[in-house]
């Protein structure tokens, strides 16, 4: 079935995005990169069929490597993808940085090293997905979207520096949120 659906053109792509606000232009972005991330997962799974290294089975699996072919042709798509979201959101004059991968942010800080926290070495053998902060976690409360601040979105869409009239509204949002919630006590 997939091999028959054709996928929309990237300049179709990018016209439907003109007409969505900056919040679904970052849940997009986080989508792809979602679903990048399990298709890697998916081909580190696939490898050892594809090459015949698995236990057991000596003999490449064709169907592994036109799995893997085909993931990498979709991956390749969604990564021209997000470039077409990065060049929407810069274009409306809103910030890349909270939407960045690991590498992106290695590239631009010239960094060796990496910028883990030290949670690599919980992890373990953990997929490359689940160390650059491809999979986000966050949380829907009352219709809002809200990222985990260690996810690299903190959902007000400037990656945790706000000009006063965004706190403002951020804060008014907040409390109107929170209003019917007398059962928790006060927030402060």
């Known amino acids: 079935m997939s091999s028959e659906a054709i996928p929309i053109s990237p300049q179709q792509f990018a016209t439907a995005l003109k007409d969505l606000p900056l919040s679904t232009l970052h849940l997009k972005a986080i989508e792809l990169r979602n679903s990048i991330a399990h298709l ?4 580190e799974q696939l490898k050892p069929f594809a090459e015949g290294t698995q236990e057991g089975n000596p003999e490449p699996d064709q169907d592994c490597v036109d ?8 991956i390749q798509r969604m990564l021209e993808r997000i470039g077409l979201l990065k060049a929407e959101l810069e274009s409306r004059g809103s910030s890349w940085l909270e939407l960045q991968s690991s590498e992106e942010r290695k590239k631009e800080d010239g960094l060796v090293n ?5 949670h690599i070495e919980e992890q373990g053998e953990a997929s490359e997905a ?6 986000q976690i966050g949380r829907i409360s009352n219709g809002r979207v809200r990222m985990d601040r260690d996810s690299g979105v903190n959902g007000t869409g400037t990656g945790g520096r706000l000009d006063d009239e965004a706190l403002r509204r951020a804060m008014g949002d907040r ?7 007398d059962e928790n006590g006060m927030h402060l």
């Open 40 to 43: 890697d997962y998916s081909n």
């Open 130 to 135: 689940w160390r650059d902060g491809t999979f």
């Open 114 to 118: 990496g910028d883990t926290d030290g």
């Open 67 to 74: 799995a893997i072919r085909e993931n990498e042709v979709v």
């Open 175 to 181: 409390m109107r949120v929170d209003e019917g919630d």
